[in-house]
Each structure stands twice: as C-alpha cells, then as structure tokens.
T-cell receptor
Framework: DSGVTQTPKHLITATGQRVTLRCSPR?????VYWYQQSLDQGLQFLIQ???????AKGNILERFSAQQFPDLHSELNLSSLELGDSALYFC????????????FGPGTRLTVL | EDQVTQSPEALRLQEGESSSLNCSYT??????LFWYRQDPGKGPEFLFT???AGEEKEKERLKATLTKKESFLHITAPKPEDSATYLC????????????FGAGTRLFVKA
C-alpha cells in the first residue's frame, strides 16, 4: 500500500458526459501528479500540482482540468468524454516538487461507452 | 523532443537466468531517471532513482545503472514473482519538469 488513495476504483459513463476523479496524497506529500495509461499509449503524464499550484503540464487535453485543494487532495475533471478517454487514470504523490520519488495510487479505471 | 525507449518489449526467462533490461533516453537536461515495477491492473511501484552517470543502486535481485544515454536494470537469478512490467521514466529540468515514461518491458519468469 503506497498511502495514496484514489476514488472511485471504477467508473462507467457515456460519451459527452463529465466525471471527476479524486486523489488523496500520502501524508506529508505536497506534490500530486496525474497520469493516463491506455493500452496503446502507455503511461502519459498529464499534470503536476505542488502545494496548490500547477507545477508542470504534460499532454493534457483542454477538456481535462485539475486542481489541488488546501488540504492537498486533488481532483481531475474530464468533460465531453469520448470513447478514446477510456483508460486507467493514476494519481501519484511526492514530498517535493522536483526529482522526488513518486508513489502511485491504485488507479481509477474509466470506461466510456 | 524528450524520448524514453525501453527494450526489449518483452522478455521471457527461466528461473535463475540473469538478464538486463535497457532504457535509452534523450532529454535536454536530466534531473533524474526512475525505475518502477508495475503488476497488471495496479499502480507502478517505485524501485530506484538515479541522478548522474556512473551511479548504481541495488535492491535484492535488482541492480540499476546509469550512463549519459541509457540505464540498465540487471536482474540476477530471477524468480517467478519478479514477473511484471518494468517502467523507466526520466524527469527533464527544462520545459517544466515533466516526467516521461517509456513503454515498459514485460518480464515473464518461468519456474
């Protein structure tokens, strides 16, 4: 158990809908990272927050947004969902904002029908 | 553009048969190189961080090494429980500290 929690574990929704994925980092960690993992794309970095502020941005679509709250939990919002958004979404956390070890949560499996 | 390439895509070993996994990278400014292990349907599990060429780290049957262009994960006398996907990632200090993962090497160890 990494200490990172993600909810929900599974999410099934329809195209065009909007969903919110939630992540609670390990106690004491200030950075939260979001990743998307699909069969054909591997693990893709989406975005990083450090202590409430956006720190790094990867290949995150404009339909996706994220935020980190004062209690350091984070939410990833996915809107206007498409079939291709079906994937595993992982959250990771680390103590600092640079080359710290990232601890991954168990993931949320999103299925868009 | 930053790139991470892992080889081979898949590796099948007999129990006790040592081998190495390769991770080649191209980044503007390497801050760190990471190795993770991932079991099916689970989140990646951290193994090692390497920061500079020549650095080596060991953990049980695994040893990671780093040069200026690649990293190797050496597996000595593997056991069936070592079967997993091994992911390599790099963090680039230019362009926003993005973490870039390779596609991984799927390791199968047969008893």
């Amino acid at each position: 158990d990494s200490g990172v929690t993600q909810t929900p574990k599974h999410l099934i929704t329809a195209t065009g809908q909007r969903v919110t994925l939630r992540c609670s980092p390990r106690s004491g960690d200030l950075s939260v990272y979001w990743y998307q993992q699909s069969l054909d794309q591997g693990l893709q970095f989406l975005i990083q927050y450090y202590n409430g502020e956006e720190r790094a941005k990867g290949n995150i679509l404009e339909r996706f947004s994220a935020q980190q709250f004062p209690d350091l939990h984070s939410e990833l919002n996915l809107s206007s969902l498409e079939l291709g958004d079906s994937a595993l979404y992982f959250c990771a956390s680390s103590a600092g904002q640079y080359t710290d070890t990232q601890y991954f949560g168990p993931g949320t499996r999103l299925t868009v029908l | 553009e930053d790139q991470v390439t892992q080889s081979p895509e898949a590796l099948r070993l007999q129990e006790g048969e040592s081998s190495s996994l390769n991770c080649s990278y191209t980044v503007s400014g390497l801050r760190g190189l990471f190795w993770y292990r991932q079991d099916p349907g689970k989140g990646p599990e951290f193994l090692f961080t390497l920061y500079s060429a020549g650095e080596e780290k060991e953990k049980e049957r695994l040893k990671a090494t780093l040069t200026k262009k690649e990293s190797f994960l050496h597996i000595t006398a593997p056991k069936p429980e070592d079967s997993a996907t091994y992911l390599c990632a790099v963090q680039d200090h230019t362009g926003g500290f993005k973490t870039i993962f390779g596609a991984g090497t799927r390791l199968f160890v047969k008893a």
